[in-house]
């Protein structure tokens, strides 16, 4: 276990699940049946990350809070069949929390879903109490606010110079840098490693077993 280390906060769409592409076509259907021009897929990547709400504000500024409530329940309606088959992990996640896991290292999950959705693909996992918390975008501030992060860090007792927020977008590696954390940006998600490397991560990987051997060997 790396002598810095106690706990690893992960994203959930674009770190752990293979999301990212059900999720652009889900705002493009939910923009099609509400009457509004697409945005293209790199707009839709770029809010990957905020709250539902706060996402469809960013992709539509006019958008009113009538037209906002029907926006989203298309968004869910269309979401939820796609994922009628919960996305894939990707490859080597499993194996790869389960050696960090039997390590002793605290797992937590800090997500721009709603808590229903992440019950449900946590559920469809096996992984009900496999964290040691979650936090949903619903519950709590929306990224970048660290008031998800403070939360984690209070239940699990941890200061946050002892903890990693492990995301794919802006808005994760902001989040860990407002609550004081450091952050590992993945380059396989929903924005451009170029963009995510502007806030500093202490690691940038390809692969997420890159993160077990990268603190495996800082632990030596």
Not at 87 to 100: A, I, K, N, Q, R
Not at 107 to 121: E, I
Request: some cysteine.
């Amino acid at each position: 276990m790396h002598p810095d280390y106690k706990l690893l906060i992960f994203d959930w769409d674009g770190t752990l699940a293979n999301s990212v592409g059900r999720i652009v076509e889900a705002m493009h259907v939910a923009s099609d049946r509400s009457g509004l021009a697409r945005c293209d897929d790199f707009a839709v990547k770029g809010i990957i990350g905020l709250g539902l709400p706060e996402a469809i504000r960013s992709l539509y500024p006019d958008i009113d809070d009538d037209a906002l409530v029907v926006f989203r329940q298309h968004y869910a309606d269309h979401y939820i069949a796609l994922e009628a088959e919960p996305s894939p992990l990707f490859e080597g996640v499993v194996h790869t929390l389960e050696t960090l896991k039997g390590e002793g290292y605290r797992l937590a999950v800090a997500t721009g879903k709603a808590r229903r959705g992440l019950d449900r693909v946590l559920k469809a996992h096996g992984w009900d109490d496999y964290f040691d918390i979650t936090r949903a975008a619903d519950e709590t501030a929306s990224k970048p606010h660290p008031l998800m992060l403070e939360q984690i860090l209070a239940h699990c007792g941890v200061e946050p110079a002892q903890a990693l927020m492990v995301g794919d977008s802006s808005f994760d590696l902001q989040m860990a840098r407002n609550a004081g954390m450091g952050s590992v940006a993945v380059s396989y998600g929903a924005q451009s490693i170029e963009a995510l490397k502007a806030f500093e991560p202490r690691l940038a990987i390809d692969h997420f077993p890159e993160l077990h051997a990268w603190l495996s060997r800082r632990a030596d």
